[in-house]
């Protein structure tokens, strides 16, 4: 497609002329942004991340060969690099992460993070055992962004094995950030288990006060907080899928605050997650502007469902989602307030779905 330009939407009778394999029509130097899809994941999520490059592909990356970067706290294995490169259409890449990114930090007290997977064992708490988890929730709140493979992108979409995507992405969503100088997006919100961050917020309230300088005029507190800052009503964009600005993260602003917050060490003596920890930089650091619904990105990450209201964009989109699946206006979504904070309509048919 020609720069800016959207593809023209699908026809409602069925196409009958064969594709044109995308290896013969390219998208021409210029038109592409500099961009890529980014998964972290182990050698066993293999066909779990299998599922999810075939949709990205069938329903967007086919028409424009993105790059996908694909990340690892071991080396992968040639099966995963065999089957993962034969779906991507675009060039794909490989990593290793670093120790110092997947790690304890000298700061910690491991006796006191052990004693804390104990309790939450016992509590019962999700992952809240796991020190896995803890440190992919760390190395995706800080680190991803750093690594050398990621260094030469302006943009990335992050993609987890097992997701769906429900409708055809008829334009490019990178391009779409880029020249609406947007730096976050979502397509589900809701809100965190408190057992998970008890004292996030009092860590967030800290780095407030020291960096009044990182905290944009225009910001989305009241995404976060129905009294002004005092407490967080734990909402969070769900960060499982994100399409966002990779120099935002790479910023001095976004540095500061998850250093701040790491020092702080509720990545191992809580179990923050990269959702909350995004999504409240997003909401401090950003303009309102600059975080983005995509509303015809139809997607699934279990246990949840993004699929557009309006019958004339699913059909158009051709999607495969039942409407009466999508979270967005049901009472655990915080999706509301960021339509509500921003003054903007809700889309088409919104209300048959309260
Ligand atoms: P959930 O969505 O919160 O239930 O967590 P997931 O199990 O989906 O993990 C989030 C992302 O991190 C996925 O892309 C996983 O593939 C990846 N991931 C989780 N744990 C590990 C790990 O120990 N090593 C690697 N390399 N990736 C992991
Ligand atoms: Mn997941």
Redesign the pocket.
Known sequence: PASGETRPLQSMTPNITPAVPSELSPPAPGERVNATFV????NS?LWE?ARSIRQVEDRFNRNYNYDWVF????PFDDQFKKITSSLVSGKTHYGEIPTEHWSFPPWIDQKKAEAVREDMRRRRII?GDSI??R??CRF?SGFFFRHPLMQQFEYYWRV??SVELFCDVHYDPFRFMKDNKKKYSFVLSLYEYVETIPTLWDSVKKFIKAHPEHISPDNSMSFLSDDGGETYNKCHFWS?FEIGNLDWLRSQAYQDFFESLDKDGGFFYERWGDAPVHSIAAALLLRKEEIHFFNDIAYY?VPFTHCPTGEDLRLKLRCHCNPQDNFDWKGYSCTSRYFDLNKIAKPEGWMDQV
């Open positions: 998964t972290l994941a182990r999520d991340i990340l690892n706290d071991k992952y896995s988890y440190h992919m995706e987890e094995p499982n990450h």
